[in-house]
Structure formats: structure tokens, C-alpha cells
């Protein structure tokens, strides 16, 4: 018994088995190097069917298959919209792959909610009804558990919590990822040191190269680079308003802080919360717990062997 | 066959006799005048007492009572906490009036709640699963129906909104009720009010006065005056804002603007609206239609008894 379990970004797709007691046993990392549309599809059968024949060659059965997506699922079509993705407008996952499932049941959900449901399923949200994964990668998005269930909206796009508006008056920077993303995540923080840069012509610090990343800021806040001082303050502070707005607002049990900045910014989790104090309902900030990740760079891979398992448990229908 | 409702405030217990179709036969409003602790309890006890003896002498049964209150209902105590009322702290609100309900089921829930579940049963969001309401009167808070479900919390005191951080940097004015609060309840808009008169001695006109009211802001406003201008665009960038922010990280069917000062502000939604199109969600803030509440004053009431009903057919206990 296993279960196999997929986790798709914009530029990889990781995945894994995984032991009927979601101990994840086998990873592997593949590259999209440019792939788009159909061939993203292949190239996620292709690694199906291979996993199916070794497992099946280990005797071994697939329980279910769990599949992470960078987008929005709509479980009514069976089909994927992912924005970095080119040709995933509306691709129709569960058809392109039910040929070589073999009748395994496949569970698509998108990462965030992934992220929530390992956390509160393996990790360090274990046991809590009321939950809420942070996740500041290439943008920013939250995966909530509300009263036990995943907060979904009416066409599955809650938890946009990039758009969160938090820094008066609206500026142009905002309108294509929203306010708080624009600032704060990987490449917000790459865009705002950017601009810092090219603004100041007397900065000659270690960021004044082409090509600079978020490790980059990260690495020249530690030597004291003053851009670097800016962005990562004035990062805390909107990380921590953000955080205090989802707590004021959910009274959540326990915030998680996850995704590719945390990582790096995990050690700032104190000050963060430092800032949100400031700000939150102070009977609720007293309540939660905010922790960075435990699943780290995994949680989609385990988070959709974790949604498999919960719907193959529930019965749901695909 | 009849439903009592109550709908406990700060200042004031109005009480409602509604039919089992949920019309409001009878409506009274009685002013706390200083009454604290046990004194509101009693209160709410002789009116429960008058009025069942009342509907039992005209022949009809009393299927469930429900209280609206300002504060906190804990259903495991069957306490509650009420801020505004002196001696509620955890005022055991169940127990005190068991002697006099004669077995009739008494159901409790908090102002918010109510008001969304009002909403959702008889008024505007008849029908929908996601939706939010927005109560902007002394205070701001959030009533929040997501999947169906008011959403909680860990602890009871989800919807918590008026502690939304919009304005940075955190100012001592935040402090005792919050960003958005401070600046855009009815409370607010009076302080803000009060300040920028005090900070301007040139000013000389019609707030220029001792009490000012919300009422005299939004009457000021209409004559084009500078300072009640400043305020009510204020406030239409803020409410804007945290519209975008519920819309972005719930992704609701509707938002409904509630509560005393929606009244006189319910003439700005298309404003509200139109400043929260710049931060939202893009998709989603196209898929959500924010209209003014339709039960106005009566809300509470209405709520109440929809709540009790709700709570009598889904057999939960008390």
C-alpha cells in the first residue's frame, strides 16, 4: 500500500512515495525546462505510470494519487488554471491522466490548501481545527483551516492574501500582484531592492550587481548593507500587520510561516510577531501559536499525499 | 407557534415576538439606564416572562428564545462576556434565566453572528454560503459565513475587524481599539473629528461645536465642509480597503454594509466599492456583489430569531 503524490510549480515538479503511514520513502525533482501545456501533462503521466509499474513491481499497491497545483482547481471540470504555466488556462487534468491511473483515484488540490492540510495532518498544526499556512515564495498566498475544513470561497480562490491591503495611498507598484506580494515576496523583495538601488547612486554595497536574489538581501542584511536593512524591516513590519490581520479576523490556533522566504526569514518569526502584537485583537494574539515549517521545501509533496489520504478516507468523489 | 427574540446592546434590549415564518409581529425597546451586572439579566427575565405569558394567553406556544449580544457567548459555560456591560465579564446569562423560560429552548449568539445569519435566512444573502457582514456602528466587527458555517475561531472572536492594520506606521491611537476602528466607526469618525477641529484654529465651522455626532460628520459632509470632507474620504479609502482585504482572503458571493453608520454611508457602497476594485483580488472582487444591510436597525433582532430557529431544527443543544 502507498500513495503517490505530485507537487507542481511554476518551473519543477517534485514527487513522491509515499507509505500508507505518510512516511514519504522516495523523492525526485524534475525540471519543466520550458515545458508548457500538454507536455507538463505528459511529462506528470510519464512519472505516474513509471511510479505505478515500480511499485507494482515491488508488490506494492497505489492507494491514490494527490496532486499539488500552483492555481486554482475547479473539481466540477476536473480542470487546472495555472497562471505560470503557459497553456493551463483550464487543462483538463483528471481526462488527460485517467488513461494511465489504471482506475487509482487522483485528487487535485491547489498548494496552499496542501500546505494547510500536511501541516494540520503530519506537521506542526497537528490536531488543530483552526489553522492558517502562510506561504511567501515567489508570491504569497494562505492555506486556512477553519473550523476543521479548508476556507475555499465561493469559486475556490480564497486565501489571496497577496492583495492584502495594508500601506495607504494605493500605488501603481500594486496592480499586478497586489500590495503586500509586491513588497513582500521573493520578488517583491528583489523588485524593492532594485528600485532602492537604481534610486541611490551613492550606494555601492553587495547589491550592486545585475541579477541580484532574495538570498542575496537576505545574505547582505547579515552584513549589516543598509538596502538590505530597509527591505527586511520593512518587511517584519508588513509581515507582522499581515499576521495580525489573519489572526484578528480567524482567531486561528496556530499561524505557520512556510514557503521559500521562510527559509531565510524564519529567524525573524519573533520580530514579526513582536510587530503583529502592535496591531492584532489582543485576546486572540495571545491565543495563537506562529512557528515556521516543519515540512519545509516538502510541504506540497507531503500536503498532497496528506489530501489523498483524506479523501480516499471520506470517500470522496473525484 | 412563535419565536422571541432579543437583541442585547450596549445601551439599549430591544425585543421582537416573530411568527414561525420568521415576520415580526412585535417589536419594544428598552433603554438600560445605567443597569449593570445582575440588573441586565433581570431585565431580560421579565421580559422573557411577560412575553411568554403574553403569547400563552393568546393562545400560542413558545417554540425558542434567542439573545443577540454584544460580546462573547461561551456555549460551554453558557456564560457570557460582554465589554460594555459592567459585571458581564462572565455573566452566566443561561443559568439565570432558566427559572423563568419554562423549558423553552434558549439559544445565544454573539451580534455578528447573528447579523449574518439573519442575512443569510430572510435578508440579503438568502441562499448564499460565503457571505460577510460588515457592522460599522460604535465599534467595527465582521459577521462571516463561509461553507455554510459561521466561522469562530479557536475561541469565539473571529470577525474581529476592527483591529485591521491599513495604516502604517502603528500610531498610540490604534491602541485601544484598533487601525481600522480608531479611524472608521462611529466612535472614530467623532474622535478623528474632535482632532482635526482641535489641530485647526482657523477652523470655524458647523462641527465647531461641543458633542459632535457621527450624524453631524455626515450632515457636514453634505454642506461641503472641509473637515467632515477630509474624514468621510478617509474613511471611504479605509472601508474600501478592508473590503478588499474580506474579498481577497474569503472570496465571498456578497459583502453587506451594516450597522448604525451604514445608515448615512450606505449612499457611498459604489465609492467603497470602486476604491476596493484597485486593491482586491482581481477575479474575485469581480465575483462579489456588496450591497447595504437589508434588516437595518432590526439586524440583531432578526438575527436572533433566525439563529434560535436554525438552532431548533438542526437539534443543537443549548
Known sequence: MS?????????KLASGIFSDQLDLIEKKTIPLEGLVGKGVGDLIAEQIDGMILSQTHAGFSVNAIGISIPGIYSKEKGTVWAPNIPGWEDF?????????TRGIPVFIDNDRACYIRGESTIGKARDCNDAIFIAVGTGIGAGILANGNVLRGAHDIAGAIGWMALDRPFSEKYISSGCFE???S???????????????????GQLNKEGITTHDVFAAFEENDPVAGFIINQCIELWGMALANMISIFNPQMVIFGGGVFG????????IVSEAKKWA???????????????GQDAGLHGAAC????????GNDL
Do not use: R
Open 3 to 11: 500513495f503517490l503524490a505530485f507537487d507542481l510549480g511554476g518551473t
Open 92 to 100: 483538463p487534468l483528471i481526462d488527460f491522466l485517467s488513461k494511465i
Open 182 to 184: 509586491s513588497m513582500c
Open 186 to 204: 521573493g520578488e517583491g523583495i528583489v523588485k524593492v531592492a532594485e528600485e532602492k538601488i537604481n534610486a541611490d547612486e551613492l550606494y555601492s
Open 264 to 271: 531565510p526569514a524564519a529567524k525573524f518569526i519573533p520580530q
Open 281 to 295: 485583537q489582543p485576546v486572540s494574539i495571545n491565543q495563537v501559536e506562529v512557528v515556521a515549517s516543519a515540512l
Open 307 to 314: 489530501m489523498a489520504m483524506k479523501n480516499l478516507k471520506n
